[in-house]
């Protein structure tokens, strides 16, 4: 029997693990992002908005960028996308273990995790423990905790760099307190964009005075 056993063992080390995805191009990810978008029960991003915060790394060069929700990971590979391109990273926090698993089968699908790194388990637990600076953080995860969120990041995040957060108009009830606070920080210039009708607040950090 323990020989059995350990041929079983063996047998099951030899298994060669599922081969990494061949990279697709950004035409490929786009209709991979079309077939992934609206699927029950995962709360994406409208594509207006995933197309933003694409154009934004873009647009600033940004390199080092956290998200809070992964869900199944359509906003993050918008982003990680665009960070192909910019040679930057992106860390991403998501609680739920059906999501996360989700999530890690669409970025290997895309060839996109060699530039996505997905953490599991509440951000609440793992944002003190992340060492910045960060170019760009992105809050989508529980609305009711958007401050406490942003008050953990806000020091992570550089000079120059910018705090994301969604659903500010769809539910902007359930996060005053956060509204208030980046709308009123004196280190902060916040707009909310109305693209989509969930809607983005938007807030770049100025740099520091000489």
């Known amino acids: 029997m323990k020989k059995l056993l350990a041929l079983v063992v063996l047998a099951a080390a030899l298994v060669p693990a599922a081969p990494a995805a061949e990279p697709l191009d950004d035409a490929a990810i786009r209709a991979y992002l079309d077939q992934m978008h609206g699927q029950s ?29 992964t869900s199944n990971g ?10 192909r391109r910019t040679g930057g990273k992106l860390i991403t926090l998501e609680l739920d273990a059906d999501r996360a698993a989700l999530a890690r089968e669409n970025f290997r699908k895309t060839g996109l995790n060699q530039v996505i790194e997905l953490r599991e388990g509440d951000a609440l637990k793992a944002l003190p423990g992340l060492e910045g600076p960060f170019d760009l953080v992105f809050i989508d995860a529980w609305k009711e905790d958007y401050l406490r969120y942003f008050e953990m990041v806000f020091p992570k995040v ?19 307190d956060f509204l208030q606070a980046v709308q009123n920080h004196p280190e902060l210039e916040t707009r909310i964009d ?16 000489r």
């Open 158 to 176: 550089r000079p120059g760099g910018a705090i994301v957060a969604h659903n500010v108009v769809s539910h902007g009830r359930d996060m005053q």
């Open 41 to 69: 029960g995962m709360m994406n991003v409208p594509r207006a908005d995933g197309e933003f915060l694409h154009d934004f790394i873009l647009e600033h060069n940004y390199k080092r960028v956290l998200e809070v929700g």
């Open 74 to 83: 359509y906003s993050s590979l918008w982003m990680g996308m665009a960070l």
């Open 194 to 209: 109305r693209r989509s009708s969930a809607g983005l607040s938007i807030s770049l950090k100025r740099p520091a005075p």
